[in-house]
């Protein structure tokens, strides 16, 4: 088992991603737009799920719990990320969801706004909600600074009227980029680079040392005017030496995209017969000049939470949305239930024949929200074996099933072996 002090980060290399293709194994079907979305008071879009400490899906009193940033559905679809509030929905079968309200009153976190994060159910019934502060609340125009940060002290009830979570919570900003592991947004800037990020943090608690780790987004470090080199995305780490949740201390970065892509977004960890699953979505846009991939799902394997990672089918590709709906889901999340792992998502661009993202900003504003999803995407399940992943059926919109719930091998869809480990001289795994 490799020591933090011991591990050098991996790496996601051009050569890897020179070869990005789409394959049978790795393209999710097509989305059509649901009879009824989650909500239609808010926009929807990355969610995540109150867990437990070994990364199971929390049960309380029946009900699970999801978390979405969100933005009224009023507000035009491209502007939803300046207004985005973490809520809450709960539900007792995974396929119905109730809402439940925002997770922190109005004004009480950090930032002006709040991004993705994830959940943490304790052993004693704590509720910590780890996530994004982004900008900050006293600046008269919207700023991209981002903190990671923590609301601690929630709890969780229920009665004959549905489920609630709340405070009081103290809030604390649990660390920031230091310019030398991790690129603060002042370094960027000077250095004309991509999008800024230091965000996403995940809570993860390794099944093999029993240790508490965070993991998030970031960017290393540069002091090379290269363009190619501004594309400096990383999957950074941090650890509690107490297992405190609230106590953490970032370490250098376990894998890092550098030429390759600019945002490793939401990254997190599914551990599967002793090997580390890990799991990153990345877009279309964010790849290094010379370099084309896809608003996808990407993934890496190892040994242990500090690598080294190899990436998944070769190239690192996982899920992609298909060739004619290129924007279709985003924001991917998976998590291991049974023998399979599950993938959720959000329903996002659809039927735009041949635009781009920056197109749909011209469409007529009636356009614009026909054509966004804001809403669960069908669940997607995913056969995994050593470091070969395939797509093998898909469930509802937004379902979660508990990890009791057996599933139904699909017989609709049928893929050809790709000779992966694990995999028998029939392509079954």
């Known amino acids: 088992m490799s020591r933090p002090d011991e591990y050098r980060r991996s790496k996601w290399t051009r050569d890897h991603a020179s070869r990005l293709r789409r ?33 199971s899906i929390a049960e309380v009193d029946g009900y699970r719990v999801a978390f979405s940033l969100s933005a009224s559905s009023s507000l035009l679809p491209g502007k939803r990320h300046d207004e985005a509030r973490i809520r809450y929905f709960y539900s007792t079968d995974g396929r119905e969801w109730t809402y439940g309200g925002p997770i922190f009153p109005e004004g009480e976190a950090f930032g002006s706004r709040q991004w993705a994060g994830s959940a943490l159910l304790d052993d004693d019934g704590t509720v910590y909600a780890y996530y994004t502060a982004a900008g900050h609340r006293d600046e008269p125009e919207l700023t991209y600074e981002q903190r990671i940060c923590v609301g601690a002290g929630g709890t969780v009830s229920t009665d004959e009227h549905g489920l609630a979570i709340d405070g009081p919570w103290e809030q604390s900003v649990l660390f920031e980029p230091d310019g030398v592991r991790y690129q603060t947004q002042e370094q960027s800037n000077r250095q004309n680079g991509p999008i800024y990020t230091f965000r996403d943090p995940w809570f993860f608690e390794d099944p093999a040392t029993g240790e508490s780790y965070l993991l998030f987004e970031g960017n290393t470090p540069i002091d090379d005017p290269d363009p190619e080199r501004t594309y400096n995305g990383c999957i950074g780490i941090a650890r509690s030496e107490t297992g405190d949740p609230t106590d953490w201390q970032p370490l250098d970065p376990i894998l890092d995209a550098e030429r390759v892509n600019q945002e490793l977004e939401r990254p997190h960890i599914v551990v599967r017969n002793g090997r580390y699953y890990l799991f990153t979505p990345s877009h279309l846009h964010t790849f290094a000049p010379g370099l084309s991939g896809f608003d996808a799902l990407y993934g890496f394997v190892a040994d242990s939470v500090f690598g080294p990672y190899e990436p998944l089918n070769e190239t690192g590709l996982v899920v992609a949305n298909p060739e004619n709906a290129p924007f279709q889901a985003y924001s991917w999340l998976a998590f291991s ?14 039927d735009l024949n041949g635009l781009s993202l920056d197109d749909v900003a011209l469409l007529p504003e009636p356009e614009q929200f026909r054509r966004f999803g804001g809403t669960y995407a069908p669940t997607l399940r995913l056969q995994v074996g050593g470091d070969r992943t395939r797509i093998w059926g898909e469930l509802d919109y937004g379902q979660i099933p508990l990890e009791r719930e057996s599933l139904t091998p699909p017989d609709h869809i049928r893929y050809r072996g790709s000779g992966g480990d694990g995999e028998d001289e029939d392509g079954n795994y």
């Not at 879009?45 to 400490?53: A, G, I, S, V």
């Not at 993938?343 to 659809?350: A, D, L, Q, R």
Request: proline share 9%.
């Open 337 to 350: 239930h049974g023998d399979e792992i599950l993938v959720t998502s959000f329903f996002n661009y659809f």
């Open 23 to 55: 394959t049978p194994d790795t393209v999710a079907p097509i989305i059509y737009p649901p009879e009824r979305a989650i909500s239609e008071e808010y926009h929807l879009w990355d969610t995540w799920f109150l867990r437990e400490r070994d990364g």
